[in-house]
């Protein structure tokens, strides 16, 4: 697998509504599209498409209503998403997909939806999910970060979204900081964040495109967009059609993340009829992303290496393997 300095050309194409979606290219070989998840864009995984660029052509949207595509639009849900993922096979014939968290559950509707002759095998990491039971409770958080962030409240709304997915720094999910700490922690993040995107954006391999990292701050109000493409897909019912994908699909999960995320791939796992998993042993749910933050691509990538290379039957590593069956 090659290293973090493969070649990454920037393009774009045009989806159905007339959306302009960009995307970076880099590698060669087999197309394989990489859907970023929440507070991330395109390049939050050009480290993992790097160590695969020998192996494959990887592109890594940034999708929209961030980064340098159009705007989220009308009617903006599932549907839309999966017409970007169907112009960047007309322009690019990649017919691998490899979909983290949100990105994870527009990965599996496009599977759903598409043509073996469009997708043929398909990758998800920790789709969030939660059963019919749990979704009010598990989503009493989202007016309040509306509310904040329609005051401009920034942190305060990040602060709201990580606690209410149980994501972030370890001290977020500790019951001994009042919430006022935790703003002032979120605000020192947006802080050092925006530092190092303008380092990264100045030394990166990409350094020909301008502001190419955005920013938590330019990237908190596309949580939006995460939280309506997830809900269309909560509950039993609506998890329940995907039973009928009759691609190949590899499940992804981590060992230190959230309890719900855990229960999404279980779920998962009984329901899809072509799948096979792994889970990632000692790391959380931000295991696929760039080093710098606290990813580890390198695991990632031996994983799909596997997957996509042999499409009859995963081979996970012995460490990492765990099977409830």
Known sequence: MAGPEAKVELKSTVSKD???????EIGQGPGLIILHGAMQSGLSHSE???????????YLPDRRGRGKSGPSGRNYGLVKEVEDIEAIHTATNAKFVFGVSSGAVIALKAALIAPSSQIERVA?????WWPDYLVEESTSWVGRYEEEL???EIAEALTTAMLGVKMGPPLFQSKY??????????????????????????????KQHAY?????EELAPTLRNDIQVTSEMFGEQNFDTLADIDKEVFIMGASRSPDYLKNAVRVLKKILPHSTWVELQGYDHGVTGNRSYHGDPEVVARELQRFFAQPQEVQTSPQHRHDTT
């Open 18 to 24: 007339g959306t302009q979606i960009a995307y970076y």
């Open 48 to 58: 993992l498409a790097s160590l695969l660029s020998q192996s494959y052509t990887c």
């Open 124 to 128: 998800v990491f920790e789709p969030p």
């Open 150 to 152: 329609s005051r401009g």
């Open 177 to 206: 900081f009042p919430r006022p700490i935790l703003v002032l922690l979120s605000k020192l993040l947006m802080k050092a964040d925006k530092a190092a995107n303008t380092k990264k954006s100045k030394s990166s391999s990409c």
């Open 212 to 216: 190419d990292y955005p920013t938590f």
